[in-house]
């Protein structure tokens, strides 16, 4: 495993550096806001009032659920959003009544459930690139992937999948063969298929079972071999964030599950005027 100051950054040592951000005169009186990634930081950020937030990334959910005690028993007033990750087909999440989750799998495939922001997305990617992006077909490319991630994170497997992460946007086709070649862990076909046999309605739940970052590199893909163009995911996370609206973000449960919150804590997260 390659180490780095970023797979060394413990919980302490994550929690030191918000302690110490937020004891500054400029940051004190702020909500310590806490999210998972960086994508996450510049996807929620757009709809923050900067005076009252200061986001902090925690690398993953493991090291946040280890932070949030922590935060509260310090009595710092906090908001956390995770994503829901395959909280729908049985992975445990904690709870904590300033711990917020994504309506779907994370934000990308919350964007992706409206089908306003859907069509507005597709017609971005036909205007530009001049290709069509046919999301169903997507959805299939996918879901061998996404549910042999599923069955990694509800039974605890610790499987990595990040070489075949970087598959995603060039496989034409992602079988078993292809996942098992580029995974590092035991996650055989049958226990997968054992798991996809246990758990209905799968195919119809393309938004909890996918995640953005893989919905977001197969589009990639179909772009860059249907076009003379070569984009890749942080091109889709600007373009997303740019078409994503205040007003779709009011749409979702997670807006108003906040917005209960800010009226009980009167403390205001949301610029309602971006």
């Known amino acids: 495993m ?9 919980p302490d040592r994550l929690l030191d ?3 110490r951000t937020h004891n ?3 940051n004190s009186h702020k909500i310590v806001f ?7 930081v510049l996807f929620y950020e757009q709809f923050c009032v900067s005076q009252n937030v200061y986001i902090h990334k925690t690398d993953g959910s493991e090291k946040m659920d280890s932070l949030i005690p922590q935060l509260k028993k310090r009595n710092y007033m906090y908001l956390a959003i995770q994503d829901s990750d395959f909280e729908t087909f049985g992975l445990k999440k904690n709870k904590d009544e300033n711990l917020f989750f994504t309506d779907y799998h994370d934000y990308e495939m919350t964007c992706f459930s409206d089908s306003d922001f859907s069509r507005r997305f597709s017609d971005e990617i036909k ?3 001049n290709v069509v992006i046919d999301y169903s077909m997507m959805s299939d490319d996918l879901f061998l992937l996404s549910c042999y991630k599923a069955c990694n994170m509800v039974n605890s497997l610790k499987v990595s999948f990040k070489l075949i992460d970087t598959y995603v946007p060039v496989l034409r086709n992602i079988g078993h063969y292809d996942i098992q070649k580029y995974i590092d862990g035991n996650l055989q076909q049958g226990f997968v298929q054992g798991f996809i046999r246990s758990t209905s309605g799968l195919n119809s739940e393309r938004y909890h079972l996918h995640n953005g970052h ?3 590199n197969r589009i990639c893909y179909y772009v860059n071999n249907n076009s003379n163009s070569k984009i890749n995911e942080d091109t889709l996370q600007e373009m997303l964030r740019n078409l994503y609206l205040l007003s779709d973000f009011c749409k979702t449960q997670l807006y108003q599950s906040i917005a209960l919150w800010e009226n009980a804590h009167k403390k205001v997260w949301i610029d309602e005027n971006k």
Do not use: A, H
């Not at 390659?2 to 413990?10: A, G, I, Q, S």
């Not at 806490?34 to 996450?40: A, N, Q, T």
């Open 2 to 10: 390659n180490y780095n100051l970023k797979t060394r950054e413990t």
């Open 17 to 19: 550096r918000i302690v």
């Open 24 to 26: 500054t005169p400029t």
């Open 34 to 40: 806490l999210v998972e990634g960086w994508y996450d």
């Open 127 to 129: 205007n530009n690139y």
């Open 214 to 216: 893989d919905w977001l």
